[in-house]
């Protein structure tokens, strides 16, 4: 699974890395970079305007809403979604055939379990790069009949079982995608599984590097460097 991750790289690196334009932020606010995303916050998100090959940007809430749900608990909002099963699920069946993004980060966390209880732990990549979630994502749609509430495209990460690098760790892990499979996931002239298999694969583990970091990240609450620091390398 994946439960909180980062993303403070500069916006501009960001913009070039994943070619967008960053103005497209203007009317959502500026991007504040974040050392703990929580679920129900707003990420970045990339996706492919339809019949173009332009990337668009825009902050979009980290937890899926599909279009049956009838509430607005953020406890029946939908984080992570199983790459396994996903274009069966009613869940998300149609996103993943129509509604394909990237989730922008720079590393995430996962909770260890050890001798001592859980223990946090830090995940990226070794070159300490920006990287895509795999992701999907639905348009925000109001069922309370209050249609001034502001609506809000939500997404969801897509997760696969743990590679020989995170087993350790977790048994699942979010999909990174390799920057050449990026267009190939948002193109959504592309609807059926088979042609993606390649891609909803765990990233190769020397790519990947982790260290247990402080109880410090355990609160949201708690959004700064010290979150990240290093208490131990592991691999």
Known sequence: MCGRFTLYTDINILAERFIFDPWDLR????????????????????????NMNVNRVEMMRWGLKPAWLKTQSSSELLFNARSETISEKPSFQEAFSKRRCLILSDGFYEWENTTIGKRPTRVQMRETKPFAFAGIWEPGRDNSGNHDSGLINSCAILTTQASKFM??????MPIILKPQN????TNNEITERKELEDILSPIADKYMEAWHVSQFVNSTHNNEPLCIERELKLL
Request: cysteine-free; overall charge positive; proline content about 9%.
């Open 27 to 50: 009317e959502q606010g500026s991007f504040v970079p974040s050392y703990n995303i929580a679920p129900s916050q707003r990420v970045m998100v990339v996706t492919k305007e339809s």
């Open 167 to 172: 087993k350790p760790i977790h048994n699942r």
């Open 182 to 185: 990026e267009q190939k996931w």
